[in-house]
């Protein structure tokens, strides 16, 4: 029988939608019928087990799955000895203390002696310790924003993204103690033929997230200012360059890292580039 690689994701959640998107940018096709638990793809070897997120880790450490997507949060409270092979930059949250309306923060110190409820005790612990604090952490597994108001804890300590839910149960948040975003994991003894599977995707993931990063431009431009042009630009070797009819002009096609992309407009601009044209990059390879 062939090797499959089988991958498990979250069966219906905040990270479901993002993790089936990525596999499918990398041209892998599936059904993605959610109702199933297990599905194979037409056209790579792998295979997908629909999952609870909290049991993602544990699976892939038994061998049950060879790798996952999970939030790192749920990676590091459970501790358990898995690698984490890429950060995929989605599902970005941030576990941040919150406390009602009406207490007094004044930093981690204020916590001394409360009752803390959350659902990422281990990652909490770590960090009052860390800060010197001694506070009664009470581990519940879902609606922990409401804790307070029953009068359970005192506080909380949470996974917040835009901090709606904090603010429509009365709760204020006062600082953020760790971030997460969605990576992925596997085991760290991976049989051979499941490592060379998992290094195709991979190199396909990769270049799925780096073209996310950057942007293909194209302009023309005052042919004497071509070689100020390049070292501004730069490319994946160097720019393309093509000569127009006018040869005062040449057009000039390259990709720019979007943290640098407003910046090299600017200067492109003052160079005397004109009919800069910008598109999305579906996918990058070295
Ligand atoms: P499951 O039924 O699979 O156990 P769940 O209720 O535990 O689902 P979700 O609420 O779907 O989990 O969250 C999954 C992950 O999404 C979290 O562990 C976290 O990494 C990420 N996430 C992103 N934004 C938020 C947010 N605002 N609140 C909670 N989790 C978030
Ligand atoms: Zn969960």
Redesign the pocket.
């Known amino acids: 029988m062939d090797t499959l690689l089988r991958i498990a994701i979250?069966?219906?959640?905040?990270?479901?939608e993002q993790s089936m998107q990525i596999i499918k940018a990398c041209g892998i096709r599936f059904g993605s019928d959610s109702r199933l638990l297990k599905e194979r793809a037409e056209n790579f070897p792998i295979e997908f087990l629909y999952?609870?997120?909290?049991d993602i880790p544990r699976y892939v450490l038994d061998s049950v799955a060879d790798i996952g997507i999970?939030?790192?949060?749920?990676f590091d409270e459970q501790g358990l000895d898995v690698a984490v092979i890429r950060d995929l930059g989605f599902?970005?949250?941030r576990l941040s203390i919150a406390v009602p309306l009406g207490f007094p923060y004044n930093g981690l110190a204020s916590l001394e002696g409360k009752r803390i409820a959350t659902s990422y005790p281990n990652i909490l612990k770590s960090k009052l310790s860390d800060s010197g604090v001694h506070a009664k952490v009470l581990e519940l597994s879902?609606s922990v924003e409401i804790a307070p108001s029953i009068g359970v804890a005192d506080l909380i300590c949470?996974?917040?993204?835009?901090g709606a839910?904090l603010a429509s149960n009365g709760l204020r948040e006062v600082e953020a103690i760790y971030h997460?975003t969605?990576v992925m994991v596997t085991r760290h003894e991976l049989e051979r033929e499941k490592v060379e599977i998992l290094d195709r995707l991979l190199m396909r993931i990769d270049a799925v997230m780096k073209a996310d990063d950057y942007k293909y431009i194209m302009f023309n431009l005052p042919k004497e200012h071509i070689n100020q042009v390049a070292s501004i630009v730069g490319g994946m070797k160097s720019p393309t360059v093509t000569p127009l009819l006018d040869q005062q002009w040449c057009a000039v096609q390259t990709v720019v890292h979007e943290a640098r992309f407003w910046d090299v407009l600017e200067q492109l601009k003052a160079l005397g580039a004109q009919g800069i044209l910008v598109t999305a990059i579906e996918k990058m390879a070295d």
Do not use: I
């Not at 999952?51 to 909290?54: A, I, K, V």
């Not at 999970?70 to 749920?74: A, H, K, Q």
């Not at 949470?158 to 835009?162: E, H, I």
């Open positions: 979250q069966k219906s959640g905040r990270l479901s999952l609870r997120d909290d999970v939030g790192r949060n749920e599902s970005k949250c879902g949470d996974l917040v993204s835009t839910t997460s969605a």
